[in-house]
């Protein structure tokens, strides 16, 4: 006989308490070459070494239940990239249930960095944890803006100063890429917020930009053209991922982070 339909089985599903670890992690060195592809299999590596109870989706190939922010172009660095993780064990105030973890040790929310950052390649560290309950709109359709730093390699203090004033003061700036085989021009003059330079040195000029992550991500590769027609882009970083809440611009993760005395402490 078959047995009758629950009709109540969608709605327990909806209505499950939703437990997410929101992270920030950093991307540096010889690791910034890996696709974003690649780095989250990295992460579905590190929750299996770790013992993250993470939860899963359902269906004939269930995966980690994750989701990434803005992906990173290869190549470029970071320090403000972010991760939701939505987790089996529900945490207790401040902690992850230890059921599974770790064997079976609570951690709490300043050791889960240390506990990640050691089952992650070299260059890829943990640099702060939120607990989050409940649903919340996805990273990607959050950030609307982000921040960088790169270099000009080869140019003049001087003349990127000037250019950095003839761009900020240009009504349009367009600008050709290619677009899914395709090339699209685009007017990108909109898309910055912010433009300066910050520092120089043996190798070039370091410069601090602030560029819209919508319509679509606008990178510091796009500004090298205009800015030195004939000069290579150096290292690029970006330093933070940036939401929109009553009209100021916030990190995905502040107010509640627990920070990592583990990352700080390699790092001083």
């Not at 997410?20 to 990295?42: N, P, Q």
């Not at 004033?165 to 909109?190: A, F, M, N, V, Y």
């Not at 982070?257 to 990352?263: D, G, K, R």
Request: proline content about 7%.
């Amino acid at each position: 006989m078959t047995a009758a339909p629950n009709p109540h089985a969608d709605a327990n599903k909806h209505d499950r308490v939703i437990h997410v670890l929101r992270v920030r992690y950093s991307k540096a060195g010889k690791v910034r070459f890996t696709s974003h592809r690649d780095v989250a299999r990295m992460w579905e590596r590190a929750f299996r070494r770790s013992g993250l109870p993470v939860a899963r989706t359902e269906g004939f190939t269930p995966r980690p239940r994750v989701s990434f922010g803005l992906a990173l172009p290869t190549g470029y660095e970071s320090v403000g990239e972010y991760l939701d993780i939505v987790v089996s064990a529900p945490p207790a105030p401040n902690e992850l249930d230890g059921a599974g973890l770790a064997n079976g040790r609570r951690l709490t929310a300043a050791e889960l960095p240390e506990l990640l950052t050691d089952a992650l390649p070299v260059g890829i560290e943990v640099q702060a944890i939120e607990f989050r309950v409940g649903r919340t709109a996805s990273l990607q359709e959050l950030v609307t803006r982000c921040r960088w730093t790169f270099e000009i390699r080869d140019l003049d203090e001087a003349v990127a100063h000037v250019a950095v004033t003839k761009l900020l003061d240009s009504t349009s700036i367009p600008t050709t890429r290619q677009h899914k085989g395709k090339q699209r021009t685009d007017d990108i003059r909109p898309a910055i917020y912010h433009l300066t330079v910050i520092d120089s040195g043996a190798y070039g000029v370091k410069f601090e930009t602030e560029l819209a992550a919508k319509p679509r991500v606008v990178r510091p590769s796009e500004l090298v053209p205009v800015l030195a027609p004939a000069h290579e882009m150096g290292v690029a970083v970006r330093i933070k991922q940036l939401t929109e809440q009553e009209g100021a611009a916030h990190e995905p993760l502040m107010c509640n982070a627990t920070p990592a005395p583990y990352v700080q402490a390699r790092a001083s």
